[in-house]
């Protein structure tokens, strides 16, 4: 039994219809990359599993019950984090205001969530008490991240973790996705960095205009040249 099955789902904006008959699944354990261009319907999925969106049709089953169009509040406490494009931090909280509110699941627990995420991120507990706005923007994105890890998910979805990052950040980001899969978490994540993405992910799956077009092991995506035509949109 996967951990998480996206089930041949529609999804709409209106009466605009975005996705068709899109599937994947994520095995307990797992890095997954979704991979496709823009506005190829990558944040749609993502959406679409942790309950900001309700599919029209099919259906998102994590653990084996069907979790589509449970409210977002609902999704968190079954253990699926959604880290989403852009970040969302409060830059005018401090980085330990800004963990602590992705502990509403379970305050009780959060010193010890608070000394997890520290150890995959030491930089945000040395500057725990100053404000966010004074990150670089790839310590932002590990707030951000960190800030998903408060909730203690099984699952972790990864919006464009490394857009918009100097190179030498984003080798940091990808290096955090690796520790924190290595430590326990499945992580299905979307990317414009096919190269990176498929570096650290165990398998892919590309989506063009709303459908799923290609899968298969990281391997041999990166070795596929649709994969790269896909991806620049050809
Ligand atoms: N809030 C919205 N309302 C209407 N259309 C949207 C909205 N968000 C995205 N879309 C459209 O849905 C399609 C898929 O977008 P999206 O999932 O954001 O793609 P990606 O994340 O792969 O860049 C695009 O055609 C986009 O214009
Ligand atoms: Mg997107």
């Not at 602590?100 to 997890?116: H, P």
């Not at 972790?156 to 290096?175: K, N, T």
């Not at 690796?178 to 993405?197: C, F, P, S």
Request: glycine share 10%; net charge negative.
């Amino acid at each position: 039994m996967a951990l998480l099955e996206v089930d041949s789902i529609d999804v709409s904006y209106g009466n605009v219809q975005v996705l068709w008959d899109v599937s994947l699944s994520v095995d307990r354990g797992e890095t997954v990359a979704l991979l496709g261009a823009n506005g190829a319907g990558k944040t749609t999925t993502l959406k679409s599993i942790c309950g900001d969106l309700t599919p029209t049709a099919g259906e998102v089953r994590y653990k084996d019950e069907n979790i589509g169009g449970m409210p977002f509040e609902e999704v968190v406490e079954k253990g699926i984090a959604h880290v989403p494009e852009g970040r969302e931090i409060f830059t005018e909280s401090s980085i330990r205001e800004n963990l602590e509110l992705g502990a509403y699941v379970d305050r009780s627990g959060m010193e010890d969530q608070l000394a997890e995420v520290y150890k995959i991120f030491p930089r945000l507990e040395e500057r725990a008490d100053q404000r966010a706005e004074t990150l670089s923007g790839g310590e932002q994105q590990m707030l951000a991240i960190g800030r998903g890890l408060m909730s203690d998910p099984d699952l972790l979805l990864l919006d464009e973790a490394s857009l918009g990052l100097a190179p030498v950040l984003v080798d940091d980001v990808f290096e955090a996705i690796e520790r924190i899969n290595k430590q326990g978490t499945t992580v299905l994540l979307v990317e414009q960095d096919i190269y990176n993405a498929l570096r650290v992910a165990d398998r892919g799956y590309v989506i063009q205009t709303g459908e799923m077009t290609l899968s298969g092991t990281a391997e041999e995506l990166a070795a596929d040249e649709r994969v790269k035509e896909s991806y620049l949109g050809a």
